[in-house]
């Protein structure tokens, strides 16, 4: 986009949110919790406890996702 090779900015956009699975609203919120909380109603703000716990619940999807993806990569490695 910025070599103005493309200029269709939403589907850069859309693609974020779906690789990060989060609404756009979260993309360009200037502060967003709901990422972490999943409460999109409660405005106080986190303690570092809180987003530490969040910050780990998402290492840890992201880490079984790799795991799974391994799997998937090592079976079809046998197929061949």
Same mark, same amino acid.
């Given at each position: 986009?910025?070599?103005?090779?493309?200029?269709?900015?939403?589907?850069?956009?859309?693609?974020?949110? @779906?690789?990060? @699975?989060?609404?756009?609203?979260?993309?360009?919120?200037?502060?967003?919790?709901?990422?972490?909380?999943?409460?999109?109603m409660n405005e106080?703000?986190l303690t570092e406890?809180?987003?530490?716990?969040?910050?780990r619940k998402i290492?840890?999807?992201? @880490?079984?996702?790799?795991?799974?993806?391994?799997?998937?990569?090592?079976?079809?490695?046998?197929?061949?």
């Amino acid at each position: 986009m910025e070599r103005g090779e493309s200029n269709s900015w939403a589907s850069h956009f859309n693609k974020i949110c @779906e690789v990060f @699975e989060i609404i756009q609203e979260d993309l360009v919120r200037k502060e967003s919790k709901s990422w972490l909380s999943g409460d999109l109603m409660n405005e106080e703000p986190l303690t570092e406890n809180e987003v530490i716990n969040g910050y780990r619940k998402i290492i840890k999807k992201y @880490e079984v996702q790799i795991e799974d993806l391994k799997i998937i990569i090592t079976q079809n490695g046998r197929r061949k």
